[in-house]
């Protein structure tokens, strides 16, 4: 984790994405912990709190023209920490834990994100028929892998992430151009759209879904097998990007690194670190 995740504008957005009643039913697709969907209500109230306390401190605080970002910095900080803070104390210092992973790995998370999209693609490439246009790139997948294929399926075809997004879209308030422009600096096609923070939820759906699918790999495959998938893997990624070698050299499948059970560890908990 680096410290200057905390210059990011969007905290706001992305603490209060558990508590939007539209977003409810999402929620357990992309994943939240279990402790902190079982709370939701005392989650309300503790973003609030947390948000209020920060609006409260930016009011009180003299920002100087040469610290400003860094003082901007230390308030977001402080909201966050305050806000897991009080998550560890009225729920449980585990659902704190795990809600900190979850916010980091799917919107701070810059390499697990290009590499799930690439592992998306590669396992895309699993399923190609010959009647598919790029076929001809398809590395045929190993036993071990092909044995899983059906259960994956719908974890890594882009028809079940759209019909999710469709459905999050649906779902989301709109918003006025003018609020676009306010909040995120810039303007997007004319007319109502739909909120920022279902942006943020369709960026998680689709790192989770791929995760999921990373996850099943991890779990019911051997090391042996696991090995065989990512040097697969491997080899798929560099004939799909035949054609552009600074890609296939970027490492940016990142192996096997995020075959796991469950989400990373942080390298620097504000949890753990109460």
């Avoid at 791929?210 to 798929?236: G, H, M, S, T, Y």
Wanted: charged share 30%; net charge neutral; aromatic share 10%.
């Amino acid at each position: 984790m680096k410290s200057n995740i905390y210059l990011n504008v969007h905290w706001h957005k992305i603490l209060s994405l558990p508590t939007l009643d539209w977003a409810k039913p999402f929620l357990p697709i992309v994943e939240v912990p279990e402790h902190i969907l079982n709370n939701l209500d005392a989650l309300k109230v503790i973003y609030a709190n947390s948000t209020n306390n920060y609006n409260t401190k930016r009011r009180k605080t003299k920002f100087s023209l040469e610290e400003r970002g860094k003082q901007e910095a230390l308030l977001t900080r402080e909201m966050v920490s305050e806000y897991l803070n009080e998550i560890s104390k009225q729920i449980s210092k585990e659902a704190a834990i795990k809600l900190e992973r979850w916010f980091h790995f799917h919107f701070f998370n810059n390499e697990a994100e290009i590499a799930l999209r690439e592992w998306g693609l590669v396992l895309h490439y699993s399923y190609m028929t010959p009647r598919d246009r790029k076929f001809y790139r398809k590395i045929p997948c190993p036993a071990s892998l092909m044995l899983l294929l059906p259960e994956l399926e719908n974890l890594v075809k882009l028809q079940t992430a759209n019909k999710i997004e469709e459905e999050i879209l649906k779902a989301a308030p709109l918003v006025e151009i003018e609020e676009w422009e306010k909040e995120y600096g810039f303007v997007p096609e004319s007319g109502m759209k739909p909120c920022f923070e279902s942006v943020l939820l369709r960026q998680a759906l689709d790192s989770t879904l791929i995760f999921k699918a990373l996850r099943i790999i991890a779990c019911k495959l051997d090391p042996k097998e696991q090995k065989e998938v990512v040097d697969w893997a491997e080899n798929q990624f560099q004939r799909i990007y035949s054609h552009r070698p600074k890609i296939q050299q970027s490492g940016r499948l990142c192996g096997g690194k995020y075959l796991l059970s469950e989400l990373p560890e942080l390298d620097e908990s504000l949890v753990l670190s109460y």
